[in-house]
């Protein structure tokens, strides 16, 4: 089972930055991906970014060149540095991440709670 803990939304406004953490907490032998996914009102859950325990990194195609996805292996920690704001980034942040609990369980995915993001124009 693993816990996963955002912060660092808030409210910015447009052209600024934020940086979102999530801890990742529990029992499991090993995170690969952990990544970033967005929802704002009526829209679908989108990807914002993924990052693999070797770093490799992927990103949707609205936040390419704005966004850094980075990651703590050690400390079971991903970050997300958003910079250049748009109105259109509003949205509650939601960190996910794929572990294994043991070498040759399957993988499974978490979500966090969440956190508000919100950019004003």
């Known amino acids: 089972q693993v816990q996963l803990a955002e912060s660092g939304g808030g409210l910015v406004q447009a052209g600024g930055s934020l940086r979102l953490s999530c801890s990742a907490s529990g029992s499991f032998f090993r995170i690969n991906v952990m990544g970033w996914y967005r929802q704002a009102p009526g829209k679908q859950r989108e990807l914002v970014a993924t990052?693999?325990?070797?770093?490799?990194?992927s990103y949707g195609d609205s936040v390419k060149g704005r966004f850094t996805i980075s990651r703590d292996n050690a400390k079971n920690l991903v970050y997300l540095q958003m910079n250049s704001l748009k109105p259109e980034d509003t949205a509650v942040y939601y960190c996910?991440?794929?572990?294994?609990?043991?070498?040759?369980?399957?993988?499974?995915?978490?979500w966090g709670q969440g956190t508000q993001v919100t950019v004003s124009s």
């Open positions: 996910n991440a794929y572990s294994k609990r043991y070498l040759l369980s399957p993988e499974v995915g978490y």
């Open positions: 990052i693999t325990s070797d770093r490799s990194t």
